[in-house]
Every structure is written in structure tokens, then in C-alpha cells.
């Protein structure tokens, strides 16, 4: 156990459907990071966030919104769902902004859309 | 933008065969380095890292070291075992403004080892 929690592990919607991701980081760091997998792109960065504020965009969809709460969780909003939407998306989280630490990941969430 | 390339797999080997997984970047900057695995079903697990140039990252019989010469950073371990089937990603620090880095993967590289 990484100490990040994802959940769902699997989800399975239709396309044009609107889903959340969760994840609650690991205890004391502050930064959240979302990465999507899929087979031919690879691992693509999404978007981060640091103690509640949004710090950097990488290759998100405009369909695609996240936020981090008070407490630190951080959810990723899916929405008008489309079949290349399919892919694994990992959330990771680490203490600090800084280019030498590596980050945790948690396990993943398998979406499907059909 | 900074980049990362790894040999593309899948790379087969059998049980204590000396294993190289190779990674070059570009980077405007001086990044970080990093190696992470991933076993089937899970998600990424931190390998090993280094920080600057000549610097070696090792953990667990796996070593990598930080040439800058080369813009290199290969993956090594002298014996392999069944246990390290899994994939290999190199990453690197990027820098993306506002104080914030984020990790820029390799594709990976998919290992098996055989009895």
C-alpha cells in the first residue's frame, strides 16, 4: 500500500457520460498530480495541484476539470465521455514542489467507456 | 518541450542474465532523473533517482548513473529474477513555470524474465 487511495478501481460508462475520479493523497504531502495511461500515448500528464490551488496544466481535454479540497483530496471530472477516453488514470502525490522528489502513486482507476 | 526515450521493448531475458534498459533525454535545464516500475496490476513504484550529472541511483541491484555528456541515464542489474518482471519507465524533472515541476515519462519498457 502506496498510501494513495483511488477509487473507483474500475469504471465502466458510456460515452457521452460524465464520471469522478477520487483520490486522497498520502498523509502530509500537499501536492496531487493526475496522469492518464494508455497504450499508444503513454503516460500523459494532466494537471497538478498544491494545497488547494491548481499549478500546472499539461495535456488535459477542456471535458476534463479536477479540483483539490480542504482536506487535500482531489477529484477528476470526466465529462461528454468518448470512447478514446479509455485508459488508466493515476493519481500521485508528494510533500513538496521540488524537482527532486519523486512522487507516490496510487494504484489507478481503469475507466472503460463503451 | 523536455523529452524522455527508452529502447523499445518488449526486452526477454532469462533468470541472472545482466540486464540494460536504455534512456537518453533532452532537457533545456538540469533535471532530475528518475527510474519507476510498474508490476502488472499496480501502479508506479520509485526505483531509483539522481540529481545531477555523474550522480548513481541504485536500489535493489538496480543502478543507474546520471551522464550528462551522453544525456543518458541506462538502467542496469547484473542478475535478473523472475520477481523483476515488470515495466520500466525513465523520467525526468520538468520544469513548468510558477515554481512547479512535473515528472516527463519514457514510454516504457516491458521486461520479462524466464526461468
Known amino acids: 500500500d502506496s498510501g494513495v487511495t483511488q477509487t473507483p478501481k474500475h469504471l465502466i460508462t458510456a460515452t457521452g457520460q460524465r464520471v469522478t475520479l477520487r483520490c486522497s493523497p498520502r498523509s502530509g504531502d500537499l501536492s496531487v498530480y493526475w496522469y492518464q495511461q494508455s497504450l499508444d500515448q503513454g503516460l500523459q500528464f494532466l494537471i497538478q495541484y498544491y494545497n488547494g490551488e491548481e499549478r500546472a496544466k499539461g495535456n488535459i481535454l477542456e471535458r476534463f476539470s479536477a479540483q483539490q479540497f480542504p482536506d487535500l483530496h482531489s477529484e477528476l471530472n470526466l465529462s461528454s465521455l468518448e470512447l478514446g477516453d479509455s485508459a488508466l488514470y493515476f493519481c500521485?502525490?508528494?510533500?513538496?514542489?521540488?524537482?527532486?522528489?519523486?512522487?507516490?502513486f496510487g494504484s489507478g482507476t481503469r475507466l472503460t467507456v463503451v | 518541450g523536455d523529452s524522455v526515450t527508452q529502447m523499445e521493448g518488449p526486452v526477454t531475458l532469462s533468470e541472472e542474465a545482466f540486464l540494460t534498459i536504455n534512456c537518453t533525454y533532452t532537457a533545456t535545464g538540469y533535471p532530475s532523473l528518475f527510474w519507476y516500475v510498474q508490476y502488472p496490476g499496480e501502479g508506479l513504484q520509485l526505483l531509483l533517482k539522481a540529481t545531477k550529472a555523474d550522480d548513481k541511483g541504485s536500489n535493489k541491484g538496480f543502478e543507474a548513473t546520471y551522464r550528462k555528456e551522453t544525456t543518458s541515464f541506462h538502467l542496469e542489474k547484473g542478475s535478473v529474477q523472475v520477481s523483476d518482471s515488470a515495466v520500466y519507465f525513465c523520467a525526468l524533472s520538468d520544469y513548468s513555470g510558477a515554481g512547479s515541476y512535473q515528472l516527463t515519462f519514457g514510454k516504457g519498457t516491458k521486461l520479462s524474465v524466464i526461468p
Open positions: 500521485a502525490s508528494n510533500p513538496v514542489v521540488d524537482a527532486n522528489y519523486g512522487y507516490t
